[in-house]
């Protein structure tokens, strides 16, 4: 793309450092990087577009298995690649929102990884059954990995007795969430999320924004925003809240997305 010579490369990534290097050079080069989803980390980037307030996203996980499990008892994290920025934010904040008194009954006992591919994270899951027979909760904040969840516990007649959450696509989820497997889970809409990063690269590359913290800017449809400090010292543009999905709603979303 940089040989190209391409105006904007949107990127998202699944390790943070990595292609530190790469951007670089393409920013030297004059081209405009808009990292969204899983961000490069603010030296090889322009501008990152988040899907959702990191502290919210990892917070309401675990909010929502408390109220399944009734605030007592193990769970665990079945999470993507350990490399992946945004995973590993969202956990932080999940344990940080564990050290609220209300959740002293509550034992995050593990952390495994099923490096976002389905047959791993199966695999992951039913390790969990094993090694911990008396957990409670699963949650996976990744939509390949709490599928994979749902089809170990259906399969190993799990269901009800091990409480799923986390961040799922409803059409891959709904057969769960219907069958009570999975009481509620969370996510944004990836569509608008596209539709967001692709606004904010033509954005960058007409010269309109700058990327810098503290400028506005209207993203079309989605309406106006306001470029914030991601608290990394580099400037951010937010989506919006997680969604919560259940049975009440699932049948409304599964066919969307």
């Known amino acids: 793309l940089i040989a190209q010579k391409v105006d904007v490369i949107a ?20 081209i405009k990087v808009v990292t969204w989803d899983s ?7 322009d501008i990152f577009v988040n899907q959702a307030d990191m502290e919210a996203i990892g917070r309401i996980q675990v909010q929502m298995v408390a109220e399944m499990i009734d605030y007592e008892g193990q769970i665990a994290v079945l999470s993507a690649a350990s490399t992946m920025a945004n995973q590993n934010t969202w956990i932080e904040w999940m ?17 495994v990884y099923g490096d976002d591919l389905r ?4 695999t992951e899951a039913q390790g969990l ?10 949650i996976s904040p990744t939509t390949v990995g ?42 944004w809409n990836p569509i ?3 539709y967001m990063a692709t606004y904010v690269a033509h954005l960058m590359a007409s010269g309109e924004i700058t990327g810098e913290p503290g400028e506005t800017l ?5 309406g106006e925003r306001t470029i914030a400090d991601d608290g990394a010292g580099g400037g951010m543009v937010m989506l919006g809240p997680p969604f919560e999905f259940n049975a009440e709603n699932i049948g409304d979303w599964k066919d969307v997305y």
Do not use: H, W
């Open 129 to 138: 059954f094993k090694s911990y027979p008396n957990l409670k909760g699963i």
């Open 11 to 30: 990127i998202t990534v699944n390790d943070p450092d990595a292609l530190v290097p790469v951007c670089q050079k393409a920013m030297d080069a004059g």
């Open 146 to 187: 709490i599928a994979a969840a749902g089809r170990a516990l259906t399969d190993a007649g799990l269901c009800g007795q091990i409480a799923l959450t986390g961040l799922g696509l409803p059409s891959e989820m709904a057969e769960y969430i219907e069958s009570g497997c999975c009481e509620a889970m969370a996510l």
């Open 95 to 111: 344990k940080e929102e564990l050290k609220d008194p209300k959740y002293e009954k509550m034992e995050l006992v593990t952390v």
């Open 39 to 45: 961000a490069v980390s603010p030296e090889g980037r």
């Open 218 to 222: 209207t993203v079309g449809k989605l």
């Open 192 to 194: 608008e999320l596209g």
């Open 119 to 122: 047959e791993k994270s199966y």
